[in-house]
């Protein structure tokens, strides 16, 4: 059964903000119903074209390019940490994992800021 506790939280978090740092992107981490542990983009560097995303992420690779699937690819991995599992299997109806992660740029209440420059592209 997915499970995040205030320990998985804590010991996760550094490398979460290593990771927002890096790429200059201001965000919080919180846990949902003790299973999910979240991560709230708030505003950043990078152009995401839009100000209210929930990245899906099994499709970063096929949704994103550049600098945001790098960043993305990243903030997962250091989501999932060294001690994820997923021995979970669909067609038997069977889940179990280490824990679930929601990945969420801005909220419809609390639009993403990008705070980078606009490139223009030529025409």
Do not use: C
């Amino acid at each position: 059964m997915a499970y995040v506790s205030k320990e998985l939280k804590a010991k996760l978090a550094p490398a979460i903000k290593a990771v927002l740092k890096k790429y200059d992107m201001k965000g919080t981490i919180a846990v949902r119903h003790h299973s999910t542990l979240v991560v709230n983009i708030r505003s950043g560097a990078i152009d995401f074209g839009s100000d209210d995303i929930q990245v899906n992420p099994y499709w970063i690779h096929e949704h994103y390019t550049g600098t945001a699937r790098d960043f993305l690819t990243e903030l997962l991995d250091a989501m999932k940490g060294p001690d994820f599992f997923d021995h979970s299997d669909a067609q038997t109806d069977y889940f179990h994992r280490s824990h679930y992660t929601d990945i969420n740029v801005g909220r419809w209440d609390r639009p993403y800021v990008f705070t980078g420059e606009k490139v223009l592209e030529a025409a």
